[in-house]
């Protein structure tokens, strides 16, 4: 196997920035969209959860897919299709349309998303697979470092947030155009499978009960569940609990970024010495001390001096953890079958999005949602976290069309 070029962690960086950009890029619009559309606060929310509803489903269909036809053609159909929804939401005026096309949106957005880890995993190995997923993620992350800025940014520039999905399709569409011309293809023709859907929908299924693969997956969807809820009530905490203007919204949000950026770095560095799985075990636990301070933070924001940095603080380094976690868990998952990479990355992707979309529609629907319950519904995560990774046994599966 060849190592990827750098030039290649780029572009599959630039290409996994769509789908931060497109959850992240809106935040701070949110409680003014709820306005603009004359809407509840919760219809808005919806529309994240709609979007990673999409998201989800794209990932099980586009995995195997690229198993048999090749990775590129669905890179660059996902791009297409992401454009063209958002030129669709940047001209939607009702909350209905918006909705709907979010879930489009979502659906191709999956894509990329999805492919980046497969055309890695079609070129290195278990060790390699997480540091080179770990160098991905550094790119990738400017992405939801920079969108609640530029969010603010369009809003502050033209006072409405339709031109926020405007931006994202001209920059899918300049995407599209560099991938179409430089992206290569990663799986060899040789290395194909014929198209089986009922295989690849048999394959999950073996995925999901063989209980190695099952806690692997487990593993990297509750710290994204975690992340979500963040994302679902982050904005309405820190703007219309604590007061906030969507600038500090925006730079808050940004340490968050700076965290996940930091612990990708660390990971790179000492994922090959130590192992994914040792890394893994870490960060779990890392993850769920951090969430205890945080929600001491939350409970004591009101009455120290700082106020809002108390919960933001550890709640920064506690998001942080996510790419620490994700990276090792799924360089675990892969080691535990020999499902072809398409199909393993579309099942772990999906099953990451669907838990956060369905845990963060949940809180949505909270009728107190305030600082310490956000703090403590992201707590609950890293401890099932670990309570899996300990009761939860392992045994690898084999499967016949490996």
């Given at each position: 196997m060849n190592k990827p070029k750098g030039s290649l962690l780029w572009l599959l960086g630039w290409a996994g920035m769509l789908t931060p950009l497109a959850i992240d890029m809106y935040l701070p619009a949110m409680p003014s969209m709820a306005v603009s559309l004359a809407v509840a606060e919760h219809w808005i929310q919806l529309s994240l959860s709609l979007f990673v509803a999409g998201f989800a489903l794209g990932q099980l269909l586009l995995g195997p897919l690229s198993d048999s036809f090749g990775r590129k053609p669905f890179m660059l159909i996902g791009m297409l299709g992401f454009a063209l929804s958002s030129l669709l939401i940047a001209f939607s005026s009702s909350v209905e349309s918006l909705l709907f096309w979010r879930l489009i949106q979502g659906l191709f957005a999956a894509g990329p998303a999805v492919l980046i880890a497969a055309i890695l995993r079609d070129q290195v190995q278990q060790n390699e697979f997480a540091r080179m997923m770990s160098l991905v993620t550094l790119v990738l992350v400017l992405a939801p470092l920079v969108a609640p800025l530029l969010g603010t940014l369009v809003i502050l520039l033209w006072q409405d947030w339709h031109w926020i999905f405007m931006v994202l399709a001209v920059n899918a569409f300049i995407c599209l155009l560099v991938m179409a011309w430089l992206l290569p293809e990663s799986l060899s023709k040789d290395k194909r499978q014929p198209l089986n859907l009922s295989a690849s929908f048999a394959d999950f299924g073996q995925l999901l009960t063989t209980m190695g693969s099952l806690k692997y997956i487990l593993l990297g969807s509750l710290p994204f569940a975690s992340?979500?809820?963040?994302?679902?009530?982050?904005?309405?905490?820190?703007?219309?609990?604590?007061?906030?203007?969507?600038?500090?919204?925006s730079l808050l949000f940004a340490a968050n970024v700076l965290a996940l950026m930091l612990m990708t770095w660390i990971n790179s560095r000492l994922v090959r010495r130590f192992g994914a799985?040792?890394?893994?075990?870490?960060?779990?636990w890392a993850q769920l001390g951090l969430g205890l301070i945080m929600l001491l933070g939350a409970l004591l924001a009101g009455y120290l001096i700082g106020g809002v940095l108390w919960l933001a603080v550890p709640l920064a380094l506690f998001v942080g953890m996510v790419s620490f976690i994700g990276a090792n868990a799924l360089a675990c998952l892969y080691e535990q079958t020999k499902v072809m990479p398409g199909t393993v990355a579309s099942l772990a992707g999906a099953s990451r999005f669907a838990l956060g979309g369905v845990i963060g529609l949940l809180v949505s629907l909270l009728a107190v949602q305030g600082p310490s319950v956000m703090a403590l519904a992201m707590l609950c995560c890293p401890l099932a976290s670990l309570l899996i990774l300990y009761l939860l046994p392992e045994r690898q599966l084999r499967a016949q069309n490996a």
């Open positions: 992340m979500f809820i963040f994302l679902t009530l982050g904005s309405f905490v820190y703007i219309g609990h604590f007061g906030l203007s969507e600038l500090q919204f799985k040792q890394m893994l075990t870490f960060g779990l």
